[in-house]
């Protein structure tokens, strides 16, 4: 069991460009978290998706950001028109039941140059 | 809206120390998760409570529910326990983080 695999662990990008950040879930768990963690302050909820759903994106900008989570492979979190401030860390974690058992990746290093 | 307060923000002790990191949570939060986050590091879920008491080798994890109180002891803590000690909420719309605690343990 291979646990939350995200990839990739570090992602350059240019202001502009889009940033794209792939979380697949360990087997058998069909919910998926997505959090970021800014330099210097602790981790936010961003969305969470079950399988084809968003459930909850109160924490997603309304604006360039998006999330999903399609019927087959991982689910991705999508940065349009990156700026410096979307300089993050961005964690997935994944559970088999809602708000149950969480387990997390090892994260994506976002750096927008 | 679900809030978690974590103390101390910083901590530095000498091997061997008991260490207590302490969480307060507000309503609306049904179960509490401890986290551990090493530098650079991902992050690793080490328990989570909904009541009373858990124990995983040197980790003890408690919880006051009346208190809505946590809190981590480390026994006989080694620096190999220095990373960021993260309290998270857990509700109906998912986790809510404290702030984390920066762990240092000194040889």
């Known amino acids: 069991n291979a646990g939350v695999m995200q990839n990739p662990r570090h992602l350059v990008r240019r202001r502009g460009q889009e940033a794209r950040l792939r979380c697949s879930p360990m087997k058998g768990h069909s919910h998926v978290y997505w959090y970021r963690q800014l330099p210097e302050e602790g981790l936010k909820f961003m969305v969470y998706?079950?399988?084809?759903?968003?459930?909850?994106e109160s924490g997603m900008p309304k604006e360039r950001f998006s999330a999903e989570f399609p019927k087959e492979g991982p689910s991705i979190l999508r940065i349009q028109q990156v700026v410096r401030g979307d300089s993050a860390a961005y964690f997935c974690a994944s559970s088999p039941r809602q708000a149950e058992g969480y387990t997390f990746g090892s994260g994506t290093r976002l750096t927008v140059v | 809206k679900n809030e978690v307060e974590q103390s101390p923000q910083n901590l530095t002790a000498q091997e061997g120390e008991f260490i207590t990191i302490n969480c307060s949570y507000s309503v609306g939060i049904s179960a509490l998760h401890w986290l551990q986050q090493h530098p650079g590091g991902g992050i690793v879920s080490l328990f989570m409570?909904?009541?009373g008491k858990k124990k995983h080798g040197r980790l003890i994890a408690t919880i006051n529910i009346q208190e809505k109180h946590s809190s981590l002891h480390i026994t006989a803590s080694h620096p190999r326990d220095s990373a960021v000690y993260i309290c998270a909420g857990g509700g109906a719309d998912g986790l809510t983080f404290g702030k984390g605690t920066h762990l240092i343990i000194q040889p």
């Open positions: 998706l079950q399988k084809e759903n968003i459930i909850d």
């Open positions: 409570l909904s009541s």
